[in-house]
Nanobody, 123 residues
């Protein structure tokens, strides 16, 4: 079992930045691939970014490439999402997710989820 708790969401202006954090507990964190997804009402969960268990491999969704950065600190059991140049279309609930093994870009591949944190980008 892995427990995930996100934090860092909030209201930010267009062009601003936020850093989301996800605290993990339970299963050995260093053996777990981590990801961020986001979701808006009425839409499917969208892949944002994923990072491998030791942080050497990462992938981003097309809509966030060049603006968002995923990172992790295995000593602290934390994963982060640095979000820059935020746009109104980035408004969503952001979820942290975990799975054993390799990274994946599909929500159904992940076994563990946090409760989500709201990010709102407004003018």
């Amino acid at each position: 079992q892995v427990q995930l708790v996100e934090s860092g969401g909030g209201l930010v202006q267009i062009g601003g930045s936020l850093r989301l954090s996800c605290a993990a507990s339970g299963r050995t964190f260093s053996n777990t691939a981590m990801a961020w997804f986001r979701q808006t009402p009425g839409k499917e969960r969208e892949f944002v970014a994923t990072i491998s268990s030791i942080g050497g491999t990462y992938y981003y969704g097309d809509s966030v490439k060049g603006r968002f950065t995923i990172s992790r600190d295995n000593a602290k059991n934390m994963v982060y999402l640095q979000m820059n140049s935020l746009k109104p279309e980035d408004t969503a609930v952001y979820y942290c997710a975990a799975r054993g093994g390799r990274t994946a870009r599909v929500a159904t591949e992940y076994d563990y989820w946090g409760q989500g944190t709201q990010v709102t980008v407004s003018s």
